[in-house]
């Protein structure tokens, strides 16, 4: 299951008629938007929504059948559980963090950018971004992790050469195990033009 079918199946789980809707399900063989509406007390639409995402995600079965020659749907129970399954590694920065290493960064020019030292001076504690022009402009503001502090801190000036993660992982003497927590605050950082890649 995708995160996104997730997302819409707890989305309609949470509903307060869910319970009593799948009872439905599992005790007719099959059932119509209106006959379900009509059961449960709801709109005929919020029925439809219901057994349509159902149907999407593979719990249901609609069948087209007619009445007096007026074609309508009818649903059907599938399953008997409902899982849901979510991969959460696809998730991560990179399915293979070690390729990115070698890509070369640096500061962006004018990037309208502030980094906060900790308390030691030793490496940045977070990095504030100034998004927009004018009385429209907002600040976003990141908290670093100790790691992403370190190699920040080490992040070459907009003057100087390009040089890649890796040194500057090397540099900051962050561990290499940490490379997907340092490439996620570098994606996020070159989406936000602080940091541009050569």
Do not use: C
Request: charged share 30%; hydrophobic share 40%; no cysteine.
């Amino acid at each position: 299951m995708t995160f996104k079918e997730a997302a819409i199946l707890g989305s309609f789980l949470a509903k307060e008629y869910t319970e009593e809707f799948f009872k439905l399900l599992v005790n007719y063989r099959s059932i119509s938007s209106s006959e379900a509406a009509s059961r449960l007390n709801l709109h005929i639409k919020t029925a439809q929504d219901f057994l349509e995402a159902m149907t999407k995600l593979g719990i249901l079965e609609k069948e087209e059948v007619y009445e007096k020659k007026r074609p309508y749907n009818r649903y059907t129970l599938l399953v008997n559980r409902i899982t849901i399954d979510l991969d959460l590694e696809v998730l991560g920065t990179k399915t293979d963090p070690q390729d990115h290493s070698t890509m070369h960064i640096r500061e962006h020019k004018n990037a309208g950018v502030n980094f906060y030292t900790a308390r030691n001076n030793e490496y940045f504690s977070s990095v504030a971004v100034w998004i927009g022009k004018g009385r429209e402009r907002t600040e976003r503001k990141i908290n670093l992790t100790k790691p992403q502090g370190k190699f920040l801190f080490h992040l070459p000036f907009p003057t100087a050469y390009f040089e890649s993660v890796a040194t500057i992982m090397r540099k900051a003497d962050v561990e290499e195990s940490e490379i997907s927590e340092i490439l996620d605050i570098v994606y996020a950082l070159i989406e936000l033009k602080v940091i541009e890649k050569e």
